[in-house]
């Protein structure tokens, strides 16, 4: 007689598929704890084991990067850099998108796929052009130049992301609106905005990744390095203490501890911003 044979349970996790994850995780993770372990221990524990977790306990490298490296400026220029550009992707792309999915005008659909062809478009197919273009217009080491350059790298997959958003809310709101009275700027603001906040959220923490994480921008349209990032900074600090492994430790750390909080904590909004997106897209 035979044995009965236990039911298969379809997408029931099995032990093969945790320890592959947990692998996963262990080789993204490490390079980060053994970033923090290096920051946080004395210089004589980094030269002798470099790769010990944790042996000592020291600030020193801290202070050495954020003093003789100057990370504390490069932070507050990173800022400066990331918030506005952000910000201007933010209102253009959802304004953008608005229109792109609510109002008709004539030429929409073409003009929409001009937009999208920006995503085809690499930045260097252009990036010296507009470097001599810059340098004409006096925007060279300018904030507001850079600045400007950072969110047009973002606009067309903004305006496309939030185009998605648009699309799908019931017409009948704006209908009802407008018998009310109210004009094409207050249905945007006051009813269609407060619906797509999860999308406008993904998209500013998407953007200032990406804006935090740009190397190639500053390095081109900044030559006099009054406003250097930490992406710049830490390049330079790289090439001026290439065997001091604890300051450099340090750089690193400042400069990947920001943005990976700010994901931490808004996660969960970025995720739902993602997924209602592509359901709606």
């Known amino acids: 007689m035979s044995r009965p044979r236990r039911a298969y349970a379809p997408g029931r996790p099995g032990v093969g598929r945790h320890l592959t994850l947990a692998l996963v995780a262990l080789i993204t993770v490490f390079p980060v704890i053994l970033v923090v372990s290096t920051t946080l221990k004395t210089s004589q524990d980094v030269r002798v084991n470099p790769f010990g977790l944790f042996s000592s306990f020291s600030l020193e490298n801290l202070r050495t990067a954020w003093t003789v490296g100057a990370f504390g400026e490069y932070l507050v220029n990173s800022i400066l850099l990331t918030v506005p550009s952000t910000l201007i992707v933010v209102v253009l792309s959802t304004m953008a998108g608005y229109a792109f999915a609510?109002?008709?005008?004539?030429?929409?659909?073409?003009?929409?796929?001009?937009?999208?062809?920006?995503?085809?478009?690499?930045?260097?197919?252009?990036?010296?052009?507009?470097?001599?273009?810059?340098?004409?217009?006096?925007?060279?080491?300018?904030?507001?130049?850079?600045?400007?350059v950072l969110a047009s790298t973002q606009l067309s997959f903004g305006t496309w992301f939030m185009r998605?958003?648009?699309?799908?809310?019931?017409?009948?709101?704006?209908?009802?609106?407008?018998?009310?009275?109210?004009?094409?700027?207050?249905?945007?603001?006051?009813?269609?905005?407060?619906?797509?906040?999860?999308?406008?959220?993904?998209?500013?923490?998407?953007?200032?990744?990406?804006?935090?994480?740009?190397?190639?921008?500053?390095?081109?349209?900044?030559?006099?390095?009054?406003?250097?990032?930490?992406?710049?900074?830490?390049?330079?600090?790289?090439?001026?203490?290439?065997?001091?492994?604890?300051?450099?430790?340090?750089?690193?750390?400042?400069?990947?501890?920001?943005?990976?909080?700010?994901y931490v904590v808004l996660q969960r909004q970025v995720t739902q911003g993602f997924l209602s997106g592509a359901v709606k897209g």
């Open 164 to 262: 998605a958003f648009f699309t799908d809310l019931p017409s009948e709101l704006e209908q009802a609106a407008r018998v009310d009275g109210a004009s094409e700027f207050q249905i945007f603001t006051r009813i269609m905005v407060p619906l797509v906040t999860s999308g406008m959220g993904a998209l500013a923490v998407f953007t200032f990744l990406q804006q935090w994480n740009n190397f190639l921008v500053p390095l081109l349209y900044m030559p006099g390095g009054e406003y250097r990032p930490l992406t710049l900074g830490l390049y330079l600090f790289v090439g001026g203490r290439s065997v001091d492994i604890g300051p450099l430790a340090a750089g690193t750390l400042i400069t990947i501890l920001p943005v990976v909080v700010l």
């Open 102 to 148: 609510r109002l008709p005008f004539p030429g929409r659909t073409p003009a929409f796929y001009l937009v999208v062809f920006g995503l085809l478009v690499p930045f260097f197919a252009y990036m010296i052009p507009l470097y001599f273009q810059m340098r004409s217009m006096g925007l060279l080491d300018s904030l507001i130049g850079v600045n400007l």
